[in-house]
């Protein structure tokens, strides 16, 4: 696949739609694991925590999972290279909902991986569309 078919992008306003609502949900998750905004417990604190469910060394563990949400969903506001920030995004969700939320069921009221899932069904859905209107990838798609 060359770089022309990883930007090609519709002028779909559905998918701005899904891929700005999308980044915008992942980002201050991202943030609370990387830097400790928004109530989070930051790089050494989800580092600890993910070591003590197994994902190891927590501290990479935590740098990947928050970078994908963090700079990941940022990709997606700006729908620059957003299908490998679908992939990404997609693939840091199927990690939690089998490695922390599948044990506790559907729902997100018991911490169950509901949440995990949509986003998980939102990145595949821009995996596949693109990023549609109103995005760089769609720029300089255009431009080249």
């Given at each position: 696949?060359?770089?022309?078919?990883?930007?090609?992008t519709?002028?779909?306003?559905s998918?701005?739609?899904?891929r700005v609502?999308?980044g915008?949900?992942l980002?201050?998750?991202?943030?609370?694991?990387?830097?400790g905004?928004?109530?989070?417990?930051?790089?050494?604190?989800t580092?600890?925590?993910?070591?003590s469910?197994?994902?190891q060394?927590?501290?990479?563990?935590?740098?990947?999972a928050?970078?994908?949400?963090?700079?990941?969903?940022?990709?997606?506001?700006?729908?620059l290279?957003?299908?490998?920030?679908?992939?990404?995004?997609?693939?840091?969700m199927?990690?939690a909902?089998?490695s922390?939320h599948?044990?506790?069921?559907f729902?997100?009221?018991?911490n169950?991986?509901?949440?995990?899932f949509?986003?998980?069904?939102?990145?595949?859905?821009?995996?596949?569309?693109?990023?549609?209107?109103?995005s760089?990838?769609g720029?300089?798609s255009h431009?080249?």
């Amino acid at each position: 696949m060359n770089l022309m078919n990883l930007l090609h992008t519709d002028k779909s306003l559905s998918s701005l739609v899904l891929r700005v609502g999308l980044g915008l949900a992942l980002m201050p998750h991202g943030a609370q694991k990387l830097f400790g905004w928004f109530g989070g417990y930051g790089l050494e604190g989800t580092g600890q925590w993910m070591d003590s469910i197994g994902l190891q060394p927590g501290l990479l563990m935590a740098a990947l999972a928050g970078s994908a949400e963090f700079f990941g969903g940022l990709a997606l506001v700006l729908g620059l290279l957003t299908r490998p920030a679908a992939a990404l995004t997609a693939f840091t969700m199927l990690v939690a909902i089998f490695s922390v939320h599948s044990g506790n069921g559907f729902f997100m009221a018991n911490n169950g991986y509901e949440y995990g899932f949509v986003l998980l069904v939102a990145s595949l859905a821009l995996l596949i569309s693109g990023a549609g209107r109103f995005s760089l990838d769609g720029r300089l798609s255009h431009a080249a």
